[in-house]
Nanobody, 118 residues
Framework: VQLVESGGGMVQPGGSLRLSCAAS????????MSWVRQAPGKGPEWVSD????????YYADSVKGRFTISRDNAKNTLYLQMNSLKLEDTALYYC????????????WGKGTLVTVSS
């Protein structure tokens, strides 16, 4: 199993970024997926989930209305569109696979850094 995030960078408040997560080594279309972030000096924070069919999504209150999770099962890729970025969105963003036995996230990528700064 390999999950490789990309798309991070530095952006001003109010700006946008789109993160990608390339998945390999497993049947991507068969797993629900998540985005999680970790701000400097803080613990991990769940951001969003998406089901296998991409018709059910969940968001943390802190990002609801600003972030959109999506997936392309043909490309084995997970996305996170982030709009109206705030200083507090600065974090290392990870994609994670959700286990099929309801035991949480079983594989994580190495993360991509998003820095929101004026």
């Amino acid at each position: 199993v390999q999950l490789v995030e990309s798309g991070g960078g530095m952006v001003q408040p109010g700006g946008s970024l789109r993160l990608s997560c390339a998945a390999s080594g497993f049947s991507f279309r068969s797993y629900d997926m998540s985005w999680v972030r970790q701000a400097p000096g803080k613990g991990p924070e769940w951001v969003s989930d998406i089901n296998t069919g991409a018709d059910i999504t969940y968001y943390a209150d802190s990002v609801k209305g600003r972030f959109t999770i999506s997936r392309d099962n043909a490309k084995n890729t997970l996305y996170l569109q982030m709009n109206s970025l705030k200083l507090e969105d600065t974090a290392l963003y990870y994609c994670a696979r959700l286990s099929q036995d309801d035991e949480g996230m079983d594989y994580w990528g190495k993360g991509t850094l998003v820095t929101v700064s004026s």
